[in-house]
Nanobody, 120 residues
Framework: QVQLVESGGGSVQAGGSLRPSCAYT?????MGWFRQAPGKEREEVAT???????NYADSVKGRFTFSKDNAKKILYLQMNNLKPEDTAMYYC?????????????????WGQGTQVTVSS
């Protein structure tokens, strides 16, 4: 079973930056970052498949960058120009079916999450 451990969340003011990371134990066809705000459903933030195809939610395009260090087995989510609406628990996740990497349904293993809070 793949193990995923997030870290690097925190509290910042609007306009600031954070870079959560996720240590994983095995590579998978789909790897992604998701977030869940209180009272809302978990949503996709950024995903990458085994071909390196990276996709971002419209709400984070141009501000967030998803990267993957294969040697260290760490995922990063560089978040710049943060907004209060980015406040959420952020999760990394993996899936095995490349055809559905862009959707939440394609992910079966989840980390415990790291909290990101952005104040105005």
């Amino acid at each position: 079973q793949v193990q995923l451990v997030e870290s690097g969340g925190g509290s910042v003011q609007a306009g600031g930056s954070l870079r959560p990371s996720c240590a994983y134990t095995a590579n998978r066809a789909c790897m992604g970052w998701f977030r869940q705000a209180p009272g809302k459903e978990r949503e996709e933030v950024a995903t990458i498949d085994s071909d390196g195809d990276t996709n971002y939610a419209d709400s984070v395009k141009g501000r967030f960058t998803f990267s993957k260090d294969n040697a260290k087995k760490i995922l990063y989510l560089q978040m710049n120009n943060l907004k209060p609406e980015d406040t959420a628990m952020y999760y990394c996740a993996t899936g095995i079916y490349k055809e559905i990497c862009r959707t939440k349904a394609g992910y079966t293993r989840w980390g415990q999450g790291t909290q990101v809070t952005v104040s105005s």
